[in-house]
């Protein structure tokens, strides 16, 4: 039984994280960028000013949390496993010039989660508890007439947040605990479960008090060793970036223990592991954003583009770069232990070996509280706001299981539920592009906004 559900799971898979996923989501993101002349790149500094400019402050409008809190948890959510193991998994399978293809995933997905999160916030709702609750769910039962394709969305997206958002992030921790400093799984699951029910059981206000002090503090730990290593490694920046440009476009060949890549190769891991690391299009972000208090649908959308600009063009390149610059991806290590080797290679002593390992413990558990409420929204969709508490229970509970389990099948099996989340949430998205531009007009034709950012800007 379960080899059939392996080969059913693997087949699904193929195609949800394979080519037809990929042309989906970066033809979507195209789009996107063309319908809304480029907002990625014209308002971009309207975007930075908004985020960097008022993280104290809220937006003037209906919601539970400041418009900074919500995008904390966003890239809580996002900034996970994926910028370690995954930007070294895309080297390994698609050579150097998958890094270039995974920052075009990034300015494409710039737009995408600007869209998705603008036509969330203007379908957002309170529930019972007077927590506002949006995402593709709600774009789809109030905007478009389709509830039964929310209702498939919001299922997806409960599932798939136990398996990605939750035992794939504690099975990381225990893991990296216990090969850096010998802790047993048992504890970890112990230790994560509490200090994850702490943060989740008060809901999102209790989320967001610790993601806006969590996600800056785990960034600049990461970043700053790797901007170290990058530093002392100076003279070889130039040959990575050649690596990386020479790659996209000829492929790598094979040498040491790297199996040579082709251009598609570098194309499909680099998109694909892009995507998978900023989430753009999957209608995660979307649902916590739409909490947020802000006064426009498309100013709180301003600050997706900043949350895509983080994770994919700052934090994943880092990993990139400091794996070009020690060369070690030609040793046939991949994964999370390639990240680590590097780290260690680039800094003395047990310094390097700390940063990866506390880096990914604290990405993992900022994804596990974020993911936490992605999962109660779907299921207070179906059940009401009653069904939070409940549902905050039980995922401590699969805390535990995560990190002293090897259920490889669910994680596989959320996986891909993680990658189907995109189907209805872009049928969410392209359907409302009128609404989407008509909004965009409206915010931006706006006085108080004109005068601080230019049409050309």
Known sequence: MTETIEGLNAAINAYVWGWPMIVL???TGLLLTAVTRGVQFRRFGFSMREVLGKITKGGGGVGNVRPFQAVATALASTVGVGNIAGVATAIFLGGPGAVFWLWISGLVGMSTKYAEIVVALNYREPDAQGIMRGGAMYVLKRGLGLPWLGAIFAL??????????????????????RDTFG?????????LALLTGVVILGGITSIVRVTQWLVPFMALLYLGGGILILFLYADRLPHAFGLIFSGAFSGTAAVGGFVGSTIMMSLRYGVARGLFSNEAGLGSAPIVHAAADTDHPVRQGSYGIFEVFVDTLVIATITALVILVTDLWTTGITGAALSARAFETGLPGTFGSTVVTGGLVL????????WSYYGETGIVYFFGSKAALPY??????????????SLHLIWDVADTLNGLMAIPNLVAVLFSIPLLLRLQLE??????????????E
Do not use: C, H
């Open 363 to 370: 990405f993992a558990f900022s994804t596990l509280v974020g």
């Open 392 to 405: 905050r229970v039980t995922w401590l509970l699969f805390v535990y299981l995560g990190a002293t389990g």
């Open 156 to 177: 997806l997206t409960a599932l798939a947040a136990f398996g990605i958002g939750n035992m794939v992030q504690a099975n990381s921790v225990a893991d990296a605990l």
């Open 25 to 27: 989501l970066m033809g």
């Open 443 to 456: 915010f931006f034709s706006r006085p108080d906004v004109e005068k601080k950012a230019s049409p050309t």
């Open 183 to 191: 802790v047993a799984p048992w504890l970890t699951g112990i230790g």
